[in-house]
């Protein structure tokens, strides 16, 4: 069975060397009480619970499965009394509002955590992802009353949380749902309607379940414009905090899904039941993507952990199998054969999964400074432009991250040959489990159209200049060394390439309408590609002085690797955006 | 449920317009029964029985899968009543020998009828498909008395066959295997060993099953020079061709498996099994291979097989599924929203499935039409150079056709958007049932290295001459026509790239010895592109004059799509080549 240790290590890499983080906390207002000491020991906790608890429940739970039994939803053997322990140490409040009873750890801290979850047992980590992104959502645009009668709880994890937007005809457009909220006489709503696809809808895990569900009112206009969010309780809730009656929420039924089967995903039927409104009537949407921009960079995080874990048993697996000789001669000529390792072929899958993973792994540690600078920074000017960044980058990460995420599992199980088609070793497990993260909360394809089009295209790719910027303000204050040379080069070439590719984007989506629609994917993918030379560009430098350690040499040779052997796809996604939308366009629906 | 529709009529077109299949099987003593009307007849009836037969019981089967119980496999239901229609109409001796049974129709038509099988039901083809590779090997190597015993019960499909080589410690390493057969008095040799991974290897279809067995000799020599090949039924024949005792051949377990559930994957132990010798003793591999490169190419069908029957019903549900609006205006005012197929993304999964798959299935024909030519022309210069051209091209037809397969059945699942994750719709299990088939019959990576290694570097890549030599004939033959010219400009582009990378292969192999492992996949990928642009340029110069008929107007635009939109790729897989072997051998096994 597959086996996880939490890369702390690279976690700490990330965070004192690439980043100095803990400079940047103590410098700014609401972070000054993180520190390198109370970080490295959050980790270290975090990971003891991911590795000894989550981990050993995770080959089982996709066998077992959850099961529905008369609207009764039930989570695999071991789920339950893990969550508890869970809960009991804290974790489910670790990023949450501190005036509420979380414990306000920067989010670059958090989506460490996050991805270690993830790596862990996806299924699990799916029910705390619903719960933070939920609380989230109601910081943000609830009521003080709300805020001080769900969070508390749910940050103690007593109570959890899910999302509500999907109906059956209504998934990407979500203009279109039918779910209606009727005004009450005490100022509540009475909620109707059928959702499908909800993640942590029912379950055993918690004695309430709290759902932001978007609905429309009856007047309400036609189109996005008339959605408004509201907090449904699975159990009704007094002003005091005390469960009450049953709230006409129910679990229709659960899918039999390809993976992530210990995560219940729920057809969620509402009838007259009692909601609050968040934020204020028709500017649902709005509200709601607080939780879906959180909903997005977490699902990056589980491409990340998925390709993580595959990676240490695909290494693990190719250090210990022994198979013929390396092509320069017998390296362990005492033994049958020697170990996989020495292959090139082989080395060349475990170098792509290491390279994306630890790429993909600092990246999401920038954005994550770039939300922490968002919400605390004393200057507004730096305040709101790394909230542009934010923007600009969460869809990167969400499609990047599980992109990279699924191949990286899919050549994990590749290098176990036919072991890793056997369910038993569990590598074909992370491929069905990653399968679903380039698929829910936005498509990757949605992903990539945000991209493009409202983060890029909109605004005539400024954002894209200032991520250059920053790149060129990284380069210039570098450290210098020959050593580093053929990244800095790499990185101008890539930073040139996404700016010249942009120029032709935002030149070309006014001329065809259809054009950001056909270069979307493309365009995604060579941004992704320069991201990851920005963050092994900032990785060879944090472990150049280093080099005689071989986590760090081993970071200087998989950057050169990176740059050699990955990046030069960045140049056929340039032809393809290039190539345009005519050939795509051309074919009527019968010349398919 | 996903369903299934043969390509009739592409594969009539790949045949007749850009073959003319009927003329070449017209020129050959052996083929010269082919005619195009036995051939539409053939792939008719072998359309119904997938359509109506195999693919009702594929997503059932997939959740049933076999079962085994004290050493008894049992398959899905379905699968045993199928398999007596399959047989009874004589699908199992289609390709084979006149002489003992077999229908001896040419490659080029059976390829096709292979494809549809995996495509209808990927775990039911493997069963005819080992039977059929065990019996080309058994009549190429095996004595007359034991092909005249075998051959045509195995061609009726009253016994099936199967393929033991794998043992635990000796998968790809097939030098150090341990099964032991000892000679007997009476000529035969007794048997004994485990084989894992046997696919077919126990199942209640058939009354007996023939296993082609890799054993040594005790005085054998060490490697892969001390291996023979031996014939070991599971029940004993006597001289009449009547089934006696069991041939202390048993079942041990089967292997719980990611997808193709429905065929079992078995452990199998033979304790002194009564085997016949097949071949000459010590070149049982050779023998063997015979098998291995039917296998090989029929594994590459599974991948085109998945990736149609993915396609289709991806096809079909983007142009059900209503979500959004065009991006041009409205397409459907009157509805809710517009099909989905009017969004360039979609468009561009949709396409980039689509002319993978058409381009794989006339590199299939090709490769089915060489192996036609290698075995039935007169001329022995023809044959000879038809017979490298196979294997050269066979590593590629395995490899890049499931490696694509596998991709597009993934484009397909992404198609459907969070529907596609859900077991019901059927589009998952394409992906899982196609997963397999980048792993066994030697994994892609070991045909790469078969493909750089012995089909490239140890001859100088003079086939990939030979290949590159025919596109050339082609171009000056083909038909002129300015529509034409952007395909003959590519294929003059990407023929050049094979032979200059080529070149850099053969240059550089001999100076480093880890080179040819580290560029091998890369070179077949790019190998791969040169061929489908071969491919699309002749589907489209043999569409060109009926380009007023849909079906043909849209291979034209579907061969401009490839051309500009993923023959790209092909430049980056250059330069990965070129960027040799250092950064993969750099690292020590503590820097991973």
Redesign the interface.
């Known amino acids: 069975m597959a086996e996880y240790k939490a890369p702390l290590r690279d976690m700490q890499f990330i965070l004192n060397d690439v980043f100095n983080a803990p400079a940047l906390w103590a410098s700014m207002p609401g972070t000054e009480e993180a520190s390198d000491h109370l970080a490295a020991a959050i980790l270290e906790e975090g990971a003891k619970i991911c590795e000894n608890v989550l981990a050993p429940i995770n080959r089982q739970g996709d066998e077992e499965g959850c099961q529905w039994q008369e609207g009764i939803v039930t989570t695999p053997s071991g789920f339950s009394t893990a969550y508890n322990t869970f809960a009991e140490s804290g974790w489910a409040g670790l990023g949450g509002e501190p005036n509420y009873g979380g414990q306000g750890m920067p989010k670059m801290l958090t989506v460490m955590f996050e991805e270690m979850l993830y790596a862990a047992n996806s299924s699990f980590a799916l029910y705390p992802a619903l719960t933070t992104g939920a609380c989230l959502a109601i910081n943000a645009h609830a009521s003080d009353t709300l805020k001080a009668l769900f969070l508390p709880k749910m940050y103690e994890g007593t109570w959890s949380g899910s999302m509500c937007l999907?109906e059956a005809?209504?998934?990407?457009?979500l203009g279109?749902i039918r779910t209606r909220a009727v005004p009450q006489d005490d100022g509540s709503y009475a909620v109707t309607g059928t959702k499908?696809?909800i993640t942590g809808g029912d379950h055993d895990l918690t004695e309430n379940i709290i759902h932001l569900v978007l609905a429309k009112l009856p007047d309400a206009p036609a189109g996005p414009r008339g959605i408004s969010l509201f907090l449904v309780p699975k159990v009704k809730v007094d002003a005091e905090g005390n469960l009450g009656d049953s709230n006409q929420v129910s679990c229709g039924s659960i899918?039999?899904?390809?993976?992530i089967k210990g995560s219940s995903t729920c057809v969620m039927n509402f009838d007259g039941s009692q909601g609050y409104l968040v934020g204020d009537l028709n500017k649902g949407l709005a509200a709601m993507f607080t939780m879906m921009n959180y909903e997005r960079l977490t699902i990056g995080l589980q491409g990340i952990g998925l390709a993580d874990v595959s990676y240490q048993n695909a290494?693990a697996y190719a250090?210990d199998r022994?198979?013929?000789r390396a092509?320069?001669g017998a390296t362990h000529p005492d033994q049958?054969?020697d170990p996989i390792?020495v292959?090139?072929?082989?080395?060349?899958?475990?170098?792509t999964q290491?390279a994306y993973t630890e790429g993909c792994r600092a990246f999401a540690a920038f954005v994550g400074m770039k939300l922490d600078i968002a919400k605390h920074h004393s200057d507004d000017v730096v305040k709101s432009s790394a909230s542009n960044m934010v923007a600009l980058l969460t869809p990167i990460a969400k499609a990047y991250f599980t992109d990279r995420g699924?191949e990286n599992c899919?050549l994990g199980?590749?290098v176990y040959?036919?072991h890793?088609?056997?369910?038993?070793w569990g590598m074909?497990q992370f491929?069905?489990d990653a399968?679903?993260a380039?698929?829910?909360e936005g498509?990757?394809?949605i992903q990539?159209?945000d991209l493009i089009g409202r983060k890029v295209s909109a605004n005539q790719g400024v954002w894209v200049k200032d991520f250059g910027a920053e790149i060129a303000d990284y380069i210039i204050q570098m450290p210098q060394d020959a050593a580093l040379a053929p990244f800095v080069t790499a990185l101008n070439a890539a930073n040139d390439l996404l700016q010249d590719t942009t120029d032709f984007v935002t030149t070309h989506s006014g001329e065809d309408?259809?054009f950001?629609?056909?270069a979307?994917?493309d365009y995604l993918n060579l941004f992704g590609l320069v991201a990851m030379t920005f963050m092994w560009t900032r990785m060879a430098a944090a472990a150049l002085p280093q080099a005689d350690d071989?986590?760090c040499?081993?970071k200087l040779?998989?950057a050169?690797?990176f740059i050699?052997?990955l990046l030069?796809?960045a140049?056929?996604y340039q032809?393809?955006v290039k190539?345009g939308?005519s050939?795509?366009?051309?074919?009527?629906?019968?010349?398919?």
Do not use: C, W
């Open positions: 999907t005809h209504s998934g990407t457009d279109i499908i696809f899918e039999h899904k390809m993976g290494l250090k022994l198979q013929s092509p320069t049958i054969a390792l292959h090139p072929d082989v080395r060349r899958m475990l170098l290491k699924f899919v199980q590749q040959g036919g890793g088609y056997i369910r038993e074909e491929v069905r399968r679903i380039q698929i829910y498509t990757n394809g990539a159209l309408k259809n950001i629609g056909a979307s994917v071989p986590f040499s081993g040779k998989t050169h690797f050699q052997k030069p796809e140049y056929a032809a393809k190539a939308a050939t795509l366009m051309a074919l009527s629906d019968d010349e398919f």
